[in-house]
């Protein structure tokens, strides 16, 4: 990894813990310095996962998801996305279901 990379994870690192403490002191649901760790984390991720491909061509699995300004109900648990999300993890939990009793069949 290049001195530029290996930079760009330590940074990454530092800007996790950074959010973390954040999160962990907040005061508030406004905290300001949530905020600006979010603003560090996101861009410190970018950095990294394009320096990962610039120097060999590979990413970072992750993906940054940011709600828009004006969506409200990013967070609203009865939006139709939270709907989506919900019927495809039922739709692992019965496989896994399925493939615990096909496990205990052959025993």
């Known amino acids: 990894m290049s001195n530029a ?3 760009a994870l330590n940074t990454l690192i530092a800007a996790l813990e950074r959010h973390y403490e954040a999160c962990a002191s907040k005061r508030g649901e406004d905290d300001a310095a949530v905020e600006a760790a979010v603003e560090h ?3 410190a991720f970018e950095a990294y996962d394009d320096s990962l491909f610039d ?3 590979e990413a970072t699995p992750l993906v940054l998801f ?3 300004d004006d969506d409200e109900d990013f967070y609203d648990e009865d939006d139709e996305e ?3 999300l919900d019927d495809i993890e039922e739709l692992d939990d019965d496989a896994e279901h ?3 009793d096909e496990d205990d069949t052959e025993r």
């Open 66 to 68: 940011t709600p828009a």
């Open 5 to 7: 990379t290996r930079a």
């Open 82 to 84: 939270y709907d989506e």
């Open 98 to 100: 399925v493939q615990g």
């Open 55 to 57: 120097e060999f061509d």
């Open 41 to 43: 984390l996101s861009d």
